[in-house]
Nanobody, 125 residues
Framework: QVQLVESGGGLVQAGGSLRLACAAS????????MGWFRQAPGKEREFVGA????????RYAGSVQGRFTISRDNAKNTVYLQMNSLKPEDTAVYYC??????????????????WGQGTQVTVSS
């Protein structure tokens, strides 16, 4: 199993930007589809974005499309989530996750095998 550690969260004003990073322990991060999810207090964990092994395919939730960008650097075993034009409703704990299935770029949290501990993002109005 791969171990994942998120960083980069914090407090930002509405309209601002943050860049989250997810560092993986695996030497072969390229074997995993990587996803970002978030969970606000009292709400279900929801899909934010995902990226294929080669970064050739990305998928986003409608609520973040055009504002968030997911990318990866397999040589550095790191996945990123660039978040622009942040809104108060983006406030949540953000988690990265790894999917070891051989195909597909899933939006479903149940398809992901390994999870990080999360990083808090708070957007003030």
């Amino acid at each position: 199993q791969v171990q994942l550690v998120e960083s980069g969260g914090g407090l930002v004003q509405a309209g601002g930007s943050l860049r989250l990073a997810c560092a993986a322990s695996a030497r072969t991060l390229s074997n995993y589809v990587m996803g970002w999810f978030r969970q606000a207090p009292g709400k279900e964990r929801e899909f934010v974005g995902a990226i294929s092994r080669s970064a050739g395919t990305t998928r986003y939730a409608g609520s973040v499309q055009g504002r968030f960008t997911i990318s990866r650097d397999n040589a550095k075993n790191t996945v990123y989530l660039q978040m622009n034009s942040l809104k108060p409703e983006d406030t949540a704990v953000y988690y990265c996750a790894a999917d070891s299935r051989p195909f597909g770029v899933s939006t479903q949290k149940d398809q992901y095998d390994c999870w990080g501990q999360g990083t808090q993002v708070t957007v003030s109005s």
